[in-house]
């Protein structure tokens, strides 16, 4: 762990690091998100879900026990999401993948927002809230009907109940996103993680697996983790500003070349 030094230095070793890097792996959070508008998980929920934990929600249980709730808190998400846009994290992001010579992110995030702003080598382990399946058969829903008020939308091919594919609680990651996550995590030399709590295993064991390997942990967030102490640069702040800052750093003719 290096001595403490001033913040902004830290920003520059850091950019240094990632300048040199041949292979640069990404983990993010609800938090890359925020500055688009879209709440995080810690954001307390509003409306109608103000009473629940959204750990509680997102769970196969709370589907079986009350599958219309559950629905139309993943309708309503889904609705928001379609509103926003990605925002200078997620660009910043899109300009690193350019710029390196082996790049993967992998998002916890369901909001699509990654995919949209450009990044193309991009796992989502926890889902996508934009597909809806089949909750027995599996199958992709291409189109539902909402008409029905008090129940979700029923599978076409089976009758069952349209669910959101998301990984909810208890329910295992899509096992090649999480093989391609933790390939990479093992494999690469600068790690970057941003905007997330670092409590949602088995993602938040992937810092821990690139630690392991040798790689360089670069945290960037706006609050401190369980994961600050273990990283080798805790960058501080909102992540539409620190990622532009490192790519400038790190690049900073080119960066220069983008710039108005
Ligand atoms: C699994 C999709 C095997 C749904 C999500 C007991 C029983 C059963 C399981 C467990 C158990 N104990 C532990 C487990 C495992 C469990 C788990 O880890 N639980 C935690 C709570 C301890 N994990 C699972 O269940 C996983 N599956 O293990 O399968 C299994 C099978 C059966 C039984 C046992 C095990 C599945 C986990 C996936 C769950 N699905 N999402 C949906 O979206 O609705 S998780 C969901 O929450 C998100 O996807 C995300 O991953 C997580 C929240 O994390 P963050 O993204 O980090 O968001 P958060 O709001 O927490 O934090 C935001 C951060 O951003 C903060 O740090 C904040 O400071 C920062 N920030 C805010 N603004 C900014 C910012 N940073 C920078 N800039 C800003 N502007
Ligand atoms: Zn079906």
Redesign the pocket.
Known sequence: MHEKSPPESRLAEAAAQLARACYVAVL?????S??SGVP????ALTGLWATFD??E??TPSAFARNPKLVWD??AE?RAQVATVAPNA?HRALVDIEARVPRFLLAT???DGLHRRAGSRALVE???N?ARVKCSACMCIAARWDEAEDALPPRCARCAAFLR?D????????PAGALAAAEDAARECDVLLV???????????ALPDTARAAGACVIE??????PLTARADFALR??????LPALVHAAWPAASALLSP
């Open positions: 993010t959070g609800a938090g890359v925020a500055e995080t998980f810690r954001d959204p750990r929600l997102a808190w993943y998400r994290a916890q995030n369901v382990l926890h889902g809230i959101p998301v990984v909810w609680f208890e329910e295992l990651l941003v905007g997330t709590s670092a409590e949602v295993y088995p993602a938040a960037i967030n706006s609050a401190t983790t702040g909102r992540a539409g500003d620190v």
